[in-house]
């Protein structure tokens, strides 16, 4: 009978398409210099990061565009709504002079290297004012699965450059640009399909909730 493979095959398709993920970043720039972890399950991300006040977390749902930022040494939990996120960013890339919308195809500059243990090929972009690399890893294991759940993230959260939203074949491995605070560089320490459990995109007990000043201009929440 062909139906039991028939079947096999979709509760595969369907699980790879709601594939809980966890990415880990090594980050270097002006303002952040750290591991930054990225757990993504469905319709919910989990970002943890470091930042000059200490350590934080940004919890995210795309479904409802609620984003929570903990901060973790003032046990504050900061709400706001990622439209009114998005638009606050809009507004700060305007007054530096950077237009998103003219973000240019990246291009192949025919040169490869050697990321970790994954040969990239290296790319040049012009994303509105801002220049720079990224490297990409043709052969890394799943890599439209996880570039999809990444694109699922960045394009509800974010606005203007992102690595994740350049279209390029394979796993981008390293990115490198020059922005007006300087040199910012992130780079891939491991992205793979792993278990993330419901309870990492809970407020934990004992935060004091607030909600995030809106920027003059922004989208009401």
């Not at 565009?65 to 973790?72: A, W």
């Not at 922005?179 to 993330?196: H, W």
Request: proline residues 7%.
């Amino acid at each position: 009978m062909k139906i039991l493979p028939c079947l096999a095959l979709l509760l595969a398709a369907s699980l790879s398409a709601h594939a809980d993920v966890v990415i880990e970043q090594k980050m270097e720039s002006a303002m952040m210099n750290g591991s930054m972890v990225m757990k993504i399950k469905g319709d919910q991300a989990r970002i943890d990061m470091p930042s000059p006040a200490g350590d934080v977390t940004v919890l995210m749902n795309v479904k409802t565009g609620d984003m929570t930022t903990l901060m973790h040494a003032q046990k504050i939990a900061m709400k706001m709504n990622m439209n009114a996120m998005k638009a606050q960013t809009e507004a700060a890339q305007k007054q530096a002079g950077i237009d998103p919308s003219k973000m240019e195809k990246p291009k192949a500059t025919g040169a490869t290297e050697k990321i970790g243990e994954w040969t990239a090929d290296v790319y040049e972009f012009n994303a509105g004012g801002m220049t720079g690399k990224i490297w990409a890893a043709k052969d890394y294991p799943n890599a439209q699965v996880l570039k999809d759940e990444l694109k699922k993230i960045s394009a509800a959260s974010s606005s203007g450059f992102d690595p994740s939203k350049m279209d390029v074949p394979g796993m981008i491995v390293k990115s490198q640009m020059a922005t007006p605070a300087g040199p910012m560089t992130s780079t891939l320490v491991k992205a793979k399909q792993e278990p993330v459990a419901d309870s990492e995109f809970a407020i934990p007990a004992g935060y004091n909730e607030m909600k995030m000043p809106t920027a003059p201009g922004a989208a009401p929440q």
